[in-house]
């Protein structure tokens, strides 16, 4: 799902940030609420429960990614092209993505994209009964209220082993912990206040 390597780098970044005491990261417990939510999180994806693991995401994420992905089947160059987008997710109208939650969306998404890829259900079984989870390490920026969790994950296909190394953030919410999807892939820009200024103007 992801490519191991960058994310081992990134891991061994943040935990040097945090062995040597920086102010801006700090090595926390695995008993931090995040190494339980991680767990919950990866258990939902593999047992295909999309409800569970939508709340668990980072709204705005979600919206971002349902605009998008409208904004796509939008500039389709045919009609025939829309419909074929459309008919992906099971719908015939954009309208149809356009008035769900993007929680809904996400969970449209993601039960149109394991439609197509057809696994069996007995593999599907194989993998909810073999997988693990360990999380390595959980570091935290407190002054933007982040949380970054390493986790090496293992299950069983019924012909292979499968073992993969992720990178999950969370921020903080109000009260509540959720995970951020995109932040190891987009970077996060914020206006200057000089930029603010100058936009204002115009």
């Not at 191991?4 to 040097?16: G, I, K, N």
């Not at 971002?64 to 025939?80: C, F, Y």
Request: net charge neutral; charged share 30%.
């Amino acid at each position: 799902m992801y490519s191991a390597l960058p994310l081992f780098r990134l891991s061994v970044a943040l935990s040097f940030l945090a062995l040597a005491g920086s102010s801006f990261a700090t090595q926390l417990s695995l008993d931090h609420p995040c190494a339980g939510l991680v767990k919950k999180y990866l258990e939902s994806v593999v047992a295909q429960d999309w409800k569970t693991a939508s709340v668990m995401l980072l709204p705005s994420s979600l919206e971002r990614k349902q605009k998008e992905t409208i904004a796509i089947i939008k500039t389709a160059p045919t009609m025939t092209e829309e419909a074929q987008m459309l008919e992906r997710f099971g719908v015939k109208e954009i309208r149809d993505l356009e008035v769900l939650t993007p929680q809904e969306f996400y969970i449209t998404d993601r039960e149109a994209w394991h439609k197509r890829v057809n696994a069996a259900p007995e593999v599907t079984s194989k993998k909810k009964d073999t997988l693990k989870i360990d999380v390595l390490g959980l570091v935290e920026e407190k002054d933007k209220q982040y949380v970054h969790a390493t986790v090496r994950t293992s299950q069983e296909t019924l012909t292979d082993r499968i073992e993969e190394l992720f990178l999950i953030s969370f921020v903080k919410e109000g009260d509540k912990w959720v995970i951020w999807p995109e932040m190891k892939d987009r970077p996060i820009i914020t206006p200057l206040d000089g930029a603010k200024t100058d936009a204002a103007k115009k």
